[in-house]
Each structure stands twice: as C-alpha cells, then as structure tokens.
C-alpha cells in the first residue's frame, strides 16, 4: 500500500469519523440563547459499582469502567446508568470495522435513520479529562462522543471500539472496556436497543 493511499483512507476514516462522533447540536429553533450547563465533574460518585452490563437486543455486555483513570468520565456514566438514562436507547450508528455508538435520548423515539439522531445529550456536557486521553482507543474501548470542534462537549453519547483505532489516541476521553459480550458487541446493528443498563459486581 502507497503512502499517498495510506494518507488518503485515514482522511477518509477522519471525515466518517465527523459523521460518526461529531454531536452537532439540533437545528431546530431556540426561543432564547440560554447558557451552557456542565455538569460537575465528581469523581465520588463512581466510588462503588465499577461494572455495568447493557442488556441489549442482541444480548448482554458487560463494561468494565475506568473509575481510576478516568473518574469524572467514567462517574458521569454511572450517574446516568443509575438514573435509567440508558434504558431504552438505541444504537443510532454503526460503522463495521470501526465502532458502535448510542447515547442519544431522542432515539427512544425517532425511527433508525431519522436525521435528527445524533444531536441529542442529556442536557449538560462535561469537560474533556485529560486522564482520558492518555489512554488507548483499543477494541472493546470505551470512548465519549463529541462535536468534532469541542472536546468539551461530550454529555450522554458514547461508542465502542470494534478494532484498535489508534488515531483516536488522545482526541476523546477513553472510560471503560468491555469485559464479557464483545461478540454482542460485534453483532449489534442500527435499531438495536440497550434494553436496561444495570450496575453489576465484578463478573
């Protein structure tokens, strides 16, 4: 393979990557410019429960989460496991041989497809941990996604490595691993669902 191709299909997987990862805010009218919410970033809360199983249509997974290098990552997803934010999502987005990505509450509503699908959040965002990055996009990684021109911008949406992607290395904020189900992982297509996501002990 020339070096001239090499380049060229890793602009090519960077520019999928865009519509893949990037969480560009909904189109639809705003009725006033409100502020920003972030949440705070408490690494407490990710203090009990470092495992999660997603309980998809396709089977279970369970995610092993990176509460020590990545805690203010990793305890913003456990606070939305806890509250139910999961349950009923849908993964919006697959991309063989790269990743699969879920997080969006509208998509408990909108068809496969919709356009919209993407955009949605949990009504806040977190700061990019810089622990995060340091850590590698791996297969079975776990990784927040975000607008591809905001590293702050992450809430709700994530993905799953489905190979070592290491040009993701350092632009988003690993927190976890799957640790059983990667051949659910594997499997999952656009309209799946995570069915329930539950706190677990240690498998």
């Keep these: 393979m020339s070096i001239t191709y090499k380049v060229a299909l890793r602009r090519a997987s960077l520019a999928m990557l865009g519509l893949a990862l990037a969480l560009p805010l909904a189109a639809a009218p705003k009725k006033a410019a409100a502020p920003a919410k972030t949440a705070p970033a408490k690494a407490s809360a990710a203090a009990k429960g470092t495992y999660v199983l997603l309980d998809t249509t396709k089977g279970k997974v369970t995610v092993e989460l990176f509460t020590k290098q990545s805690p203010a990552t990793a305890a913003n997803f456990l606070k939305l496991v806890r509250s139910g934010f999961y349950s009923g999502i849908m993964f919006h987005r697959v991309e063989p041989g790269f990743v699969v990505q879920a997080g969006d509450p509208q998509s408990k509503t909108l068809p496969p497809g919709d356009p919209m699908l993407g955009r949605g959040g949990p009504g806040y965002t977190i700061k990019m941990e810089a622990s995060a990055t340091k850590l590698k996009h791996e297969m079975g990684t776990l990784s ?60």
């Design 144 to 203: 927040m996604a975000r607008k591809s021109n905001d590293v702050d911008s992450a809430g709700s949406q994530f993905f799953i490595c489905l190979k070592a992607v290491p040009f993701l290395d350092g632009g988003y904020a690993v927190f976890g691993k799957v640790a059983k189900g990667m051949d659910v992982v594997e499997k999952l297509k656009v309209g799946d669902r995570i069915k329930k996501a539950t706190v677990v002990p240690k498998p």
